[in-house]
């Protein structure tokens, strides 16, 4: 699958006679220099030398925070910095990464995001155990803003290896997080950079769709990478307008170009309730949040994905809920002024 995708821009191969590490860690950064210093110290604390590993941050001008100064201050001339210089949007900042590596692997690490003792090391044996994979990716754990832990990702397969089926497998739902990936170069090089249609969510399992279509991925069952989720990330702040059900519904479309004629229409459709589940679960939060417009805008997004019986129940009670909830606001909003009335005359009838 040869790139010829205007929305995803050319990765151009590394120049002969240029010397090229094994590893290139690219970390790109906005607005999280505050948790920067966290992802530097668990990939500084693997770090087998300049000569087989890259590591590079790249800022996509954040205003609020001073990542330059985090990196001087751990970095100490062993990591590179690099800042846009205005802001371009995670898509084009991820493009900027890929575009800078020299290294052979590349694995994209997210400045909010961690990697373990050993991450570096069990996933290059992979590599070198089966060359013909052109990615790998190993179990994360998904911690909170504070670091805590809260849950592990499943179990693809019981032992490390290649997986089987995996285009049919990921085309219906997402099992991965970006941290946990490591690429081949010469996979974006053939294949591009990340879609830029996607605005919030969306393009890595669309990435990880492209080039499992092309190669065979590997798997390290260790759990080995940790997930940061953030009440304020990018996809989050997308939950109020929907776009990050639209931005995977359009994921779902290009996918479905990938997978076999014979299985295509049944996986798609799997994958749009999936989708249309995350977004009810979202729809739920937003109720425990008491924002009943944007927990409305979900289920709409949800319906739109899939008019499953699953989908249309849960999407029902949820409406039941947030007309009790509004009929509850009205009756209080009626009631306070319905107060404030009766204060006022009293006042009145005391003059």
């Not at 929305?7 to 006679?17: C, F, L, N, T, V």
């Not at 490591?182 to 996979?187: I, K, L, N």
Request: net charge negative; aromatic share 8%; with cysteine.
């Amino acid at each position: 699958m040869e790139n010829q995708n205007p929305y995803r821009p050319k990765i151009a191969s590394i120049p002969e006679g240029v010397t090229r590490p094994l590893w290139s860690v690219m970390i790109p950064t906005y607005n999280c220099a505050n948790y920067l210093r966290e992802t530097l110290t668990s990939v500084l604390a693997q770090d087998p030398g300049s000569d087989l590993m890259q590591i590079e941050v790249i800022d996509d001008h954040s205003m609020q925070d001073n990542p330059a100064a985090v990196v001087e201050e751990l970095g100490r001339g062993r990591v590179e910095f690099y800042q846009q210089p205005q802001n371009v949007g995670y898509i084009r900042n991820f493009e900027t990464c890929l575009l800078r590596s020299r290294g052979q692997l590349i694995h994209l690490l997210h400045g909010d995001d961690c990697v373990l003792d050993g991450f570096y090391r069990k996933m290059q044996q992979l590599f070198e155990e089966y060359p013909e994979i052109g990615a790998a990716f190993c179990r994360h754990i998904i911690m909170d803003e504070h670091g805590h832990w809260k849950w592990f990702s499943s179990l693809e397969q019981p032992q490390s290896g290649v997986l089987e089926n995996w285009l049919e497998r990921i085309a219906s739902e997402l099992p991965l997080q970006t941290p946990s990936m490591v690429v081949r170069r010469e996979v974006y090089e053939k294949l591009g950079s990340f879609d830029s249609r996607m605005l919030s969510c969306g393009e890595d399992w669309e990435m990880w769709c492209r080039i499992a279509a092309d190669y065979q991925t590997g798997y390290e069952p260790q759990p080995l990478a940790l997930y940061r989720d953030r009440s304020n990330s990018l996809t989050k702040g997308s939950v109020r307008t929907g776009q990050n059900i639209r931005d995977v519904r359009q994921a779902t479309e290009i996918i479905q170009l990938y997978l076999p004629e014979t299985v295509a229409p049944k996986i798609t459709q799997k994958a749009r309730i999936s989708w249309a589940l995350w977004a009810i679960s979202f729809a739920e939060r937003m109720i425990a949040q008491d924002d009943l417009t944007a927990a409305l805008i979900q289920i709409r997004e949800a319906l739109i994905c899939s008019r499953s019986l699953e989908v249309v129940k849960l999407a029902t009670f949820l409406m039941l809920r947030i007309s009790k909830r509004w009929l509850m606001q009205v009756l209080r909003s009626i009631s306070s002024r319905a107060e404030k009335k009766g204060v006022r005359c009293q006042d009145a009838n005391s003059v």
